[in-house]
């Protein structure tokens, strides 16, 4: 690397960390206002409120706007470089257009790694402390409210509940169902269930199992019988923001969980997966765009090519949002919803490179 990329390495990433302290401490103190008045109905101890909830808070939500900041520091740089005539006098020396996004894909890529590092592997530790705090002082006291719900807990067997309580960890008319092809097999149904937290077993409650052979039918009951099951209490408890705190491990695991059980909602993980994916792409490309569309002396100013930066930020934001929430409903492809807005925006990119004067 030559100085001159030094240089712009060293002022990039100065930019982007400058440019990210100042928005995530606006964002910090709209949160605080926000949520004052939670933290003093559920008496939340300050200290847990700066070392459990914004000492997480922060890191998350600077990983979160990373790629948008890249761009605005992008912008902002190369916005000030023109406006001072240096870019003119990089270009007039001989050095390309491609050459000078050497350094800028340099500290890009290192911005790219490091994303995809801290969201996949980082970032979920530090959420599990602060959506524990979350559910604990902000929100309400969470209620298992599904009715008559279906889980398969393994290959042929069926578990069936009419109602549970997540205080007690008790369930109602239970049923477990092993199916073979399309025949029954057994059938165990009970009053209830109740999860004892020290043998980690569930105990069934007045039940009567209902084996068919063939022609022949055999029906046993009892009053108590301690069994281990595929399920947990944890299976309905709340699942508030909970593909936030999964690595990327964790989140295949449950991933394959949720499918094996035909579940609802694997659609927000699968999401939260190929998002994850495509974070550092958008910071390349995003990177790549700021550096076309600021690198030419503009006579409105350093303020109107920040401005435009900010616009198309956050137009990427609205695009993202928008194909997340669609591909949420079931009508779009989780993998296209991700990486739509970096195809639009890659192809942006490409016509501003061969439309705008350099």
């Known amino acids: 690397m030559k100085l001159l ?6 002022r990039f990433l100065q930019t982007y960390i400058f440019v990210v302290m100042v928005i995530v401490l606006i964002v910090v103190m709209i949160d ?48 000030r470089l023109a406006a001072r005539t240096e870019i003119i006098a990089m270009l007039s020396s001989g050095i390309s257009f491609i050459r000078l996004l050497y350094p800028y894909l340099l500290g890009a890529t290192v911005l790219a790694v490091l994303t995809y590092f801290m969201v996949n592997y980082i ?4 959420n599990k ?3 524990a705090f979350e559910v604990a002082y902000i929100n309400d006291a969470y209620t298992y409210t599904g009715r008559n719900v279906h889980i398969t807990i393994a290959p042929n067997i069926i ?3 009419e109602s ?5 960890n008790t369930g109602y008319k239970f049923t477990l169902e092993k199916i073979e092809g399309n025949q029954l097999k057994q059938k165990l149904s009970a009053d209830r269930i109740e999860w004892d937290a020290k043998k980690k077993k569930w105990g069934i409650h007045d039940y009567s199992i209902r084996t068919i052979n063939g022609l022949t039918e055999t029906l046993t009951s009892g009053t108590l019988i301690d069994t281990t099951l595929n399920l947990k209490p944890a299976d309905f408890s709340s699942d508030f923001n909970l593909y936030e705190t999964l690595t990327l491990p964790e989140l295949n695991q449950h991933i394959a969980l949720l499918q094996s059980r035909g579940a609802d ?6 999401l939260e997966k190929y998002s994850r994916d495509t974070r550092p792409f958008a910071i390349l490309i995003l990177t790549v765009i700021g550096v076309i569309m600021s690198a030419r ?17 956050f137009t990427y934001l609205l695009f993202f949002v928008l194909a997340k929430g669609i591909a949420e409903s079931g009508n779009l492809d989780p993998v296209l919803a991700v990486w739509l807005p970096n195809i639009i925006f890659a192809s942006i990119g490409v016509l501003l490179y061969n439309t705008i004067p350099r």
Do not use: C
Not at 5 to 10: A, G, R
């Open 5 to 10: 990329d030094w240089y712009i390495l060293k």
């Open 32 to 79: 605080y206002t926000e949520k004052i008045d939670n933290f003093r109905s559920h008496n939340a101890p300050g200290e847990k409120i700066l070392v459990d909830y914004y000492l997480n808070f922060i890191p998350y939500w600077a990983n979160y706007i990373s790629p948008l900041m890249v761009f605005i520091a992008t912008v902002f740089l190369t916005s």
């Open 123 to 126: 970032i979920p530790g530090a």
């Open 129 to 131: 402390t602060r959506i």
């Open 159 to 161: 578990a069936y509940l």
């Open 164 to 168: 549970y309580n997540n205080v007690s």
């Open 265 to 270: 909602g694997v659609e927000t993980y699968l």
């Open 297 to 313: 002396k503009s006579r409105r100013g350093v303020g109107w090519q920040v401005a435009l930066g900010f616009l198309l930020a």
